[in-house]
């Protein structure tokens, strides 16, 4: 954990909860982010790769490894103790799919759901995977394997192409 939180920060991330063996970073919090979803994609990738090379250098006898998934959308977010600290707390489908695909991930596998594809899939390589239903709904989601094993340095998209349209922010 100590490692990823450099990671994090230079791609603008935050580390919101740190649980057992599980790591939540937000991207366009508390302020909002079009490129969150390349950053994103971006952090996972410096994670694992720093984690590979944590591994071959300390020649561990079993080794770490991560499982990403990764999903852009709408959540429900608000400060948590605003007047001590800003801590943010987010639910929503967008938080829960996110969980999701972590869970059907292998080791250093980075699955993203269909709007993170849709900002990132100029700048990276991605399969397709067969689609899941997700936890609660009726209809299934496509999702995307990352292929792409580096970090994409990118300009902010100036068009309407490259602009996320958020409902709320």
Do not use: W
Not at 16 to 33: Q, V, W
Not at 48 to 64: A, K, T, W, Y
Not at 133 to 158: A, D, H
């Amino acid at each position: 954990f100590e490692m990823a939180g450099p990671l994090v920060e230079k791609y603008g991330g935050k580390i919101d909860k740190i649980m057992e063996n599980t790591l939540t970073i937000l991207f366009g919090l508390p302020t909002a982010s079009e490129d969150a979803p390349k950053e994103a994609v971006n952090t996972a990738i410096a994670i694992r790769s720093h984690l590979c090379r944590f591994n071959l250098e300390n020649r561990l006898e079993i080794p770490l490894d991560i499982h990403t998934g990764i999903n852009t959308g709408m959540v429900i977010t608000g400060a948590i103790n605003a007047h001590e600290k800003k801590d943010y707390m987010m639910m929503g489908d967008t938080v829960t799919l996110a969980s999701q695909l972590t869970g059907l991930t292998g080791n250093g596998e980075i699955y993203v759901g269909p709007l993170t594809y849709t900002h990132t899939n100029k700048e990276f390589d991605y399969s397709e995977l067969k689609p899941i239903l997700p936890e609660g709904k009726t209809k299934p989601l496509r999702i995307f394997k990352l292929l792409s094993t580096k970090e994409k340095m990118y300009r902010s998209g100036l068009g309407p192409e490259g602009m996320i349209d958020p409902e709320m922010v």
